[in-house]
């Protein structure tokens, strides 16, 4: 496969800045996943790796090669989109192969390559039929398979799951990512679904707005945001963003770093009438609605003037209506200052154990 280096990449359409300076190293056999809300600049990112928007500025490679001014069908790449793109006319075997001929590649060579994806995506069924008579997810595995005959150096997904309903979403994603696994190769999948790119990434690209807000593996993305907007847009529920000197009213923190504006807390990481190892001493809180989940339940709180979020087992869920008590460990305090970047709690969590 190959790896992709993208350096201080510019786009603008007009007066308006879409990237603005990004660079972004993507690993040899890497799937990466760019992720962020509509209108936040991944699907122009992934275009101009494809090749199909022009850079303003900055500069991409591709395995070594520099491909900034390089036509797209030069780039050795392979894209799937949201709408599948499916001749209508052709069967599957001819969708499959159409590229191939495209290229007049030997037919015995077509014949191998797509008998080797039809195996590899379950389609060897399905060679017969048309688009027509095939269902979403069926769609969607034509239109990898298409992009895995051509054996290319990256693959690039372009929300291909969106069109799709929760359940076959959900399993689409096991799909890719036990071809990535067959395939080891490097790809570049953009959402604007955080639970896709939880699910599915060795790493996670943030963007907001044409910047990159954070990189890295979705553990780390998760517990350690790098500022308020990560901690907003990854996680289900919500992180709980309170400010610092409102939770320092009600009891719910102790002390914290010089400068902190904001304190966040995921849900997970409160505990609901029985006090442990606590920042501060615990907060009475009055139950107003509780969703619940199956094995789990959403508790949604209001804590004097702070409206807060926890998640508990389900069997250990209170009624609305309930006055609890919530406490919190240390570690699982996130402060951010008044610009809304992370802050440093190892000073603050030593002096709190001494």
Known sequence: MATVSIRHLGKDHGATQVLGDVSLEVADGELLVLVGPSGCGKSTLLRCIAGLEALSRGAISIDGRDVTNVEPRDRDIAMVFQSYALYPHLTVRENLAFGLKMRKTPKAEIAE????????????????????????????????????????????????????????????????????????????????DQVEAMTLADRIAVLDKGALMQVGPPSEVYDRPANLFVARFIGTPEMNLCDAAAARRVGLVGELPAGTQHIGLRAESLTLGRPQAVIGEGSAAVVEVVEHLGWEALIHLQLDELRIVARVESRDAPRPGDKVRVTASLEALHAFDAGGERLDLTTTARRERA
């Open 113 to 192: 390559r797509v008998g080797e994806a039809a195996a590899m995506l379950g389609l060897d069924e399905l060679l017969e039929r048309l688009p027509g008579h095939l269902s979403g997810g069926q769609r969607q595995r034509v239109a990898m398979g298409r992009a895995v005959v051509r054996r290319p150096k990256v693959f690039l997904f372009d929300e291909p799951l969106s069109n799709l309903d929760a359940s076959l979403r959900g399993q689409m994603r096991v799909e890719l990512m036990r071809l990535h696994q067959k395939l080891s190769a490097t790809m570049i999948y953009v959402t604007h």
